[in-house]
């Protein structure tokens, strides 16, 4: 795995999980990175946030919902006056911590700018962009990007009902999209959203699971096939990618004998 380093005009940021630097026909780098996929949206969404602040005087309070790492982002958070980010999957927040950027205590509560970025699960994005929108300042501004084959139109089509307007145009097999906030804005989809989005209890269960889980809203099939075949256990133990503990609460309940289980997920918004 090698690490290199892209000069800016201000600072030299370090490249993370980087595979290869190809050298193009320009004689200019391009970048591979492990995710690649993500890689064309997470550039093109870091580049408008600068891009942003070439039209708007700083200093501004900018937070990013779903961040992904990426060289850009120290750079951005040195241009801005507050510069808060989230993310629950500990693999990405310590990427993001290897590029310098110490983890918020406190998520903000107002911003000048959000920067958006969906995740796996639309229900988890689509509560990420409330969240977002709500703590946009009036005429702050939501920008999302999204590749075409994640469900970029959907997204797009999403912040449109929300906000009451859209901008959007294409690149790089991707969109990106913004919009302001103001009269507009769709409060009680919004409400709507954070619903939906927030902490349920699972059906039949005695859980509470939310978006973005693996199988959050109800038992996956392999889980409960697994369930009918566990035998008896004692001592300690561990479940791995525990989720939201149904597993768990299975073995406690029916093996008596079981003196400390330890759950461990890659997720803060697991058990």
């Known amino acids: 795995m090698q690490i290199a380093f892209r000069k800016y005009p201000t600072v030299a940021l370090p490249l993370v999980f980087i595979e290869k630097l190809v050298k193009s026909k320009t004689h200019k780098y391009s970048i591979l990175t492990l995710e690649t996929d993500y890689f064309p949206a997470v550039e093109l969404l870091s580049k408008a946030a600068l891009n942003f602040f070439e039209t708007h005087d700083p200093p501004l309070v900018i937070d990013i919902w779903n961040t992904q790492a990426h060289a850009l982002l120290p750079l951005l958070a040195h241009k801005t006056q507050s510069f808060g980010w989230q993310q629950s999957q500990k693999t990405t927040v310590d990427r993001i911590q290897k ?19 969906p995740s796996k699960n639309k229900q988890q994005s689509l509560f990420h962009m409330a969240k977002a929108m709500l703590s946009l300042n009036e005429g702050g501004t939501m920008i999302m990007a999204c590749a075409n084959n994640h469900g970029a139109k959907s997204y797009q089509h999403a912040l449109g009902s929300l906000a009451g307007h859209v901008n959007a145009e294409s690149k790089s097999k991707c969109r990106i999209f913004s919009a302001r906030k103001n009269d507009r804005f769709d409060i009680t989809l919004a409400d709507q959203w954070l619903e939906a989005g927030s902490a349920h209890k699972v059906e039949n269960l005695a859980l509470y699971s939310q978006a973005g889980l ?30 939201y503990g149904l597993l768990s609460t299975h073995l406690l309940k029916h093996n008596p004998d079981i003196s400390k289980l330890h759950l461990l997920d890659v997720d803060q918004h697991a058990i």
């Open 99 to 117: 590029l310098g950027l110490t983890r918020p205590k406190e998520p903000l509560q107002t911003c000048d700018l959000a920067l958006v970025f």
């Open 214 to 243: 693996f199988s959050w809203d109800r038992p996956d099939m392999g889980s409960q096939l697994l369930l009918q075949h566990l035998p008896a256990f004692s001592g300690t133990g561990m479940d791995l990618c525990c989720g």
